[in-house]
């Protein structure tokens, strides 16, 4: 409670002002039942929704944000952003800042890139995208073993990421419908018996969302013995996504305890279009979903006790079928 006094003080609201949206402010930041409690009790989560809250309500000219959609939950996450969006349409500015490319796309119209303090490229949402994106690819390039923003105890660390087709061979772009191999090459610390190794990966699109993800234990396949180096193989047939580019983030496990998670990835793969449904023809059309579904349709006739037909027609018009 005194925080949002003292928050609004000193972001320019006068006592008036806070008394006036007190109850909007705390209904926003849906902690009523925490209101009485020391903020030096409260989550990062819960303290930064007190925080957005306050600011608003500011009604400001600039509203500057960093990284507030990293805590809370995913419903107080679009609160948040609906917030911004009414900001922004309001005529006033936003200034975002966050590594969520889904949220900046939605968001932002103009963006500015930095590293390390120094402005790398400013222009429309896009473009400025495209240079991040490139500039983490550039990255990547150093050896997956030496990367630093990783998590986990390290019994177990990837040391490459590839992309193989079905004989074995490096590829670089993959074709939608083409039966690949991802492999994950790592390095242990000793040789494991009798412990429960389970890996997996999460797919991510180029702006950040994650799109699927696949562990070795969705498919009852843990492992038990470990070598000290080799691969993991995940073999998937008929590469369900439409052309694009897509990110790559592996994690493992050994006996239920995170071992490495390269928090920025091991790098990117590119999907062609392909013949994914063996028409004889290219699957082009990504504006819908990243995803291509295998499904098999046929037509059945529901009896109403009504006379007459149905009639099947081919692609060029003409009459293939007749049910009656």
Known sequence: RENIYMNGSILGMSRKEIDRKFDEIVAFSEI????????????SGMYVRLAFAVAAHLEPE????DEVLAVGDAGFQKKCLGIMTEVAKGGRTVLYVSHNMASIQRLCHRGLLLDTGKLISTGSICGVIGDYLRMQEKASEIAL???????????????????RDKLGHPITKVQSGQDVLLVFGYRSREPFVDKRVNVGFGIHSSTGERLTVLYSSHTGQELYVLPITGEFHCEVKRFPFNPGRYYMYPRIEV????SDYPRDG????????????????QTIDRSYSPFLMVGNWRLSQIKSGLSGELVARS??????????
């Open 315 to 324: 692609n060029n018009g003409e009459c293939s079928e007749t049910l009656e």
């Open 32 to 43: 009523e039942q925490f209101l009485d409690t020391p903020v030096k009790r409260y989550s």
């Open 62 to 65: 600039i509203l500057i944000v």
């Open 145 to 163: 073993q030496h990367f630093q923003n990783r998590t986990g105890n390290r019994q177990v660390i990837f040391t490459y990421f590839e992309v």
């Open 255 to 258: 006996n239920g305890v995170e």
């Open 266 to 281: 091991v790098g990117c793969f590119d999907v062609e279009s392909g013949d994914f449904y063996y028409t004889g023809r």
